[in-house]
């Protein structure tokens, strides 16, 4: 998602009764197991007679209280940190990749800050702050700024600056920041007690999130002189690159290798001094320890694990891979941060291309997924076996937490789990067919679709179609895709797939020699489709291809990806899902703008417009979970995208270097790099 903080709802008794309703003890999510089902044999990884362990230990389920005073802390020291994937760009206003936020994130600051492990919203840029005419069409939030922040080029933060960043963004439509213009209508300085008045363009539900948390803090004297912020590179303006109020500078940005930050002097930046931190049970004032933090550019996730083995970087972003885990646990001086995942893996359709703007087809081949294969065999039992696209770390708002069922379990969550036959790792074929030849689909009603009971929608929401919007049979297979697998091709309303739609599905994914595991899972999965009769061809893509290729141009079939960095609040689906948020969207800036709805859903195959956008505008804590929980269900049914996986977060560590990272929060290497950074120092 755009940036770290991602906030609640609320600033005084109505947030304490937000933060009850949502469940904010995201970090109970207990570790052990995984919810993945399946008959198949749980040691043998088939075609390998190689066994596996899957990740059963207990977990320590709480953060730990902290007990270090900051004038014990060692200050000083290079982290080095390893990153698999280029970071884009130094222009924080166009970057849309994770790798140059977290080197970004660290220099920019908001007005309010996420309280990692509560999520409960706190002071930050803006002191307090007052929601006014909250029954009005356009609420108004009225707030104070602190007074005692500079900019790391040595000038004063000021008021203006931050009426100037939210005009900018604002003003220009900035496509990476749209929660600022869609949901702020304007800041101006207040003519009474308060320091600046924010109005809204709606009601907005989480207003202290998606309007006081929305804008980073940009500089006047810096941003006025930018008439054209899309082609703005602050590293080509400064020696220290982009200007921010945060505490890191970005010394070094060279996208192919390495960047750096160096952090500021601790009376430079006092926001991790405040008094809620300081007070903090889990936290430690007085951060940043580190002088700088240093990251390394590997291009492939192996030589990225390879790379932390040997000891050649301190810690990388996201998980170890699962085949280091053991090793990393026995070798002296490597450790493991657990955390939760803050958002998914996910394979996405394009609905706007036929046939795949069906609900039916996009449910048939979700069955062929084999989820058991990669999450015990593959990932050894260090993923969850995905269904809804909100993270069961942040579990407030998904269906089974609001609808009173046990979180990652029971049927109404595994409607689309792989079909396969009996006890073998074979697809149920015939039962495939008969699910798309039937015209079925799973719209929310209960019944027994392909072979499995389903017990019917946990929220009562019903999928877009209630049956299929083709006629499909299934006859001589016409396309080479098929030779050797499959004497029957799919046909749609009586033309072979491959000829109605020009060729096989293709599927856009990782080159398998970056992610070897996910490359045995997908070829797995299109030869699973293949014996349906689903002409399906694999094309590995670099990560900034695919990103262009999917987010600006819409060109594909299906992809993989993943999101990060999502929020407990559910209002992450508005970005992925909403109709605003595809590229058709965008007028005559289609294709220039990053589309976080990439699949076009809202637009084509289905739609959750008006449920999002009633559950964005809801008030009321506890009814505004129930609504997100059912937009989030019928995403779900509708399925622009096959949730693939949720991470059980193993950051690693260089243990005999560094210590003071928090552990069992959300994301610890992206979503709360932040406060992992501010956390982190020497052993001595």
Same mark, same amino acid.
């Given at each position: 998602?755009?940036h770290?903080?991602?906030?609640?709802?609320g600033a005084?008794?109505?947030?304490r009764?937000?933060?009850?309703a949502?469940?904010?003890?995201?970090?109970?999510?207990?570790?052990?197991?995984?919810?993945?089902?399946?008959?198949?044999?749980?040691?043998?990884t088939?075609g390998?007679?190689?066994?596996?362990?899957?990740?059963?230990?207990?977990?320590?389920?709480?953060v730990?209280? !902290?007990?270090?005073?900051?004038?014990?802390?060692?200050?000083?020291?290079?982290?080095?940190?390893?990153?698999?994937?280029?970071?884009?760009?130094?222009?924080?206003?166009?970057?849309?990749?994770?790798?140059?936020?977290?080197a970004?994130?660290?220099?920019?600051?908001?007005g309010?800050?996420?309280?990692p492990?509560?999520?409960?919203?706190?002071?930050? #840029?803006?002191?307090?702050?007052?929601l006014?005419?909250?029954?009005?069409?356009?609420?108004?939030?009225?707030?104070n700024? !602190?007074?005692?922040?500079?900019?790391n080029?040595?000038?004063d933060?000021?008021?203006?600056?931050?009426?100037?960043?939210?005009?900018y963004?604002?003003?220009n439509e900035v496509?990476?920041w749209?929660?600022?213009?869609?949901?702020?209508?304007?800041?101006?300085?207040?003519?009474?007690?308060?320091?600046?008045?924010? *109005?809204?363009?709606q009601?907005i539900?989480?207003w202290d999130?998606?309007?006081?948390?929305?804008?980073?803090?940009?500089?006047q004297?810096?941003?006025?002189? #930018?008439?054209?912020?899309?082609?703005?590179?602050?590293?080509a303006?400064?020696?220290?690159?982009?200007?921010?109020?945060?505490?890191g500078?970005?010394? =070094?940005? !060279?996208?192919?290798?390495s960047?750096?930050?160096?952090f500021?002097?601790?009376e430079?930046y006092p926001?991790?001094?405040?008094?809620?931190?300081?007070?903090?049970?889990?936290?430690?004032?007085?951060?940043?320890?580190?002088?700088q933090?240093?990251f390394?550019?590997?291009?492939?996730?192996?030589? /990225?694990?390879?790379?932390?083995?040997?000891?050649? #970087?301190?810690?990388?972003y996201?998980?170890?891979?699962?085949?280091?885990?053991?090793?990393?646990?026995d070798?002296?001086?490597?450790?493991?941060?657990?955390?939760y995942?803050?958002?998914?893996?996910?394979?996405?359709?394009?609905?706007?291309?036929?046939?795949?703007?069906?609900?039916?087809l996009?449910?048939?081949?979700a069955f062929a997924?084999?989820?058991?294969?990669?999450?015990q065999?593959?990932q050894?039992?260090?993923? $969850?076996?995905?269904d809804?696209?909100q993270?069961p770390?942040y579990?407030g708002?998904?269906?089974?937490?609001?609808?009173?069922g @046990?979180?990652?379990?029971?049927?109404a969550?595994?409607?689309?789990?792989?079909?396969?036959q009996g006890?073998?790792?074979?697809?149920?074929?015939?039962?495939?067919?008969? $699910? /798309?030849?039937?015209?079925e689909?799973?719209d929310?009603s209960?019944? *027994?679709?392909?072979?499995?009971?389903?017990?019917?929608?946990?929220?009562?929401?019903?999928?877009?179609?209630?049956e299929?919007k083709?006629?499909?049979?299934?006859?001589?297979?016409?396309?080479?895709?098929?030779?050797?697998?499959s004497?029957?091709?799919?046909?749609?309303?009586?033309?072979?797939?491959?000829? $109605?739609?020009?060729?096989?599905?293709?599927?856009?994914?990782?080159?398998?020699?970056?992610n070897?595991?996910?490359g045995?899972?997908?070829?797995r999965?299109?030869e699973?489709l293949?014996?349906?009769?689903?002409?399906?061809k694999? @094309?590995?893509?670099?990560?900034?291809?695919?990103?262009?290729?999917v987010?600006?141009?819409?060109?594909?079939?299906?992809?993989?990806?993943?999101?990060?960095g999502?929020n407990?609040?559910?209002?992450?689906i508005?970005?992925?899902?909403?109709?605003?948020?595809?590229k058709?969207? $965008?007028?005559?800036?289609?294709?220039?703008?990053?589309?976080?709805?990439?699949?076009?859903?809202?637009?084509?195959?289905?739609s959750?417009?008006?449920?999002?956008?009633?559950?964005?505008?809801?008030?009321?804590?506890e009814?505004?979970?129930e609504?997100?929980?059912?937009?989030?269900?019928k995403?779900?049914?509708?399925?622009?995208y096959?949730?693939r996986?949720?991470?059980?977060? !193993?950051?690693?560590m260089?243990?005999a270097?560094? =210590?003071?990272?928090?552990?069992?929060?959300?994301?610890?290497?992206?979503?709360?790099?932040?406060?992992?950074?501010?956390?982190?120092h020497q052993? @001595?």
């Open positions: 998602m755009p770290r903080r991602n906030r609640s709802d005084n008794e109505s947030r009764k937000f933060l009850k949502s469940g904010t003890g995201a970090v109970a999510l207990s570790l052990a197991g995984c919810s993945g089902g399946g008959d198949q044999d749980p040691t043998t088939e390998t007679g190689e066994e596996t362990e899957a990740d059963t230990t207990t977990e320590e389920e709480t730990e209280k !902290r007990t270090e005073d900051s004038d014990s802390i060692p200050r000083g020291g290079t982290l080095t940190y390893g990153m698999a994937q280029n970071p884009d760009t130094s222009n924080y206003l166009t970057s849309g990749s994770v790798y140059s936020a977290v970004l994130n660290l220099i920019y600051d908001f309010v800050e996420i309280d492990v509560t999520y409960e919203i706190q002071p930050w #840029v803006f002191t307090d702050w007052e006014q005419n909250a029954d009005a069409d356009q609420p108004e939030i009225a707030f700024v !602190r007074d005692d922040l500079t900019w080029d040595g000038e933060f000021t008021i203006e600056d931050v009426i100037f960043s939210h005009d963004i604002i003003e496509g990476e749209s929660s600022v213009w869609n949901n702020i209508e304007s800041v101006e300085e207040d003519s009474g007690d308060w320091d600046c008045r924010m *109005t809204l363009t009601q539900g989480t999130s998606s309007a006081l948390g929305a804008c980073p803090m940009l500089p004297h810096i941003w006025s002189e #930018v008439d054209d912020f899309q082609s703005y590179d602050p590293m303006e400064r020696e220290n690159g982009p200007v921010g109020t945060g505490p500078v970005l010394t =070094t940005f !060279r996208p192919d290798t960047m750096q930050i160096q500021r002097d601790a430079e926001l991790t001094d405040l008094d809620w931190v300081d007070e903090h049970d889990n936290l430690v004032a007085g951060g940043p320890f580190l002088d933090v240093n390394q550019i590997y291009g492939e996730t192996a030589a /990225l694990t390879q790379a932390f083995m040997r000891g050649e #970087v301190d810690t990388h996201g998980s170890l891979d699962t085949d280091k885990i053991p090793e990393a646990q070798t002296e001086g490597l450790g493991l941060v657990n955390g995942d803050s958002g998914f893996s996910y394979a996405a359709f394009n609905c706007r291309r036929e046939p795949l703007d069906d609900v039916a996009r449910q048939a081949i997924w084999d989820d058991y294969y990669w999450t065999q593959l050894q039992g260090y993923v $969850f076996d995905g809804f696209a993270s770390g579990s708002v998904r269906p089974e937490s609001v609808f009173d @046990e979180l990652l379990e029971g049927a969550a595994e409607a689309f789990k792989f079909r396969g006890d073998s790792a074979d697809p149920d074929v015939e039962s495939i067919r008969s $699910f /798309l030849e039937n015209g689909v799973i929310g209960s019944g *027994t679709f392909a072979g499995q009971d389903y017990p019917g929608s946990l929220s009562g929401v019903s999928a877009s179609q209630s299929s083709y006629n499909y049979t299934f006859d001589t297979a016409q396309s080479s895709n098929l030779d050797g697998v004497d029957v091709e799919l046909y749609v309303d009586g033309e072979p797939l491959s000829e $109605f739609k020009g060729g096989p599905i293709s599927i856009l994914m990782d080159p398998p020699g970056e070897p595991k996910q045995q899972a997908f070829e999965w299109a699973n293949r014996k349906v009769g689903i002409p399906i694999l @094309e590995p893509t670099g990560f900034n291809t695919m990103s262009d290729m987010y600006y141009n819409a060109d594909y079939d299906m992809y993989e990806m993943g999101w990060g999502t407990p609040f559910g209002t992450s508005r970005s992925f899902f909403h109709s605003n948020f595809a058709e969207a $965008f007028g005559e800036n289609e294709g220039e703008q990053f589309a976080y709805n990439s699949t076009g859903y809202g637009v084509a195959g289905g959750s417009d008006e449920l999002i956008m009633d559950a964005y505008g809801e008030m009321d804590p009814t505004r979970n609504k997100y929980a059912t937009a989030i269900e995403v779900y049914l509708d399925m622009p096959m949730v996986d949720y991470d059980k977060q !193993r950051w690693p260089n243990t270097d560094f =210590t003071g990272a928090i552990a069992n929060i959300v994301d610890p290497a992206y979503a709360n790099w932040f406060w992992e950074a501010t956390h982190i052993t @001595e």
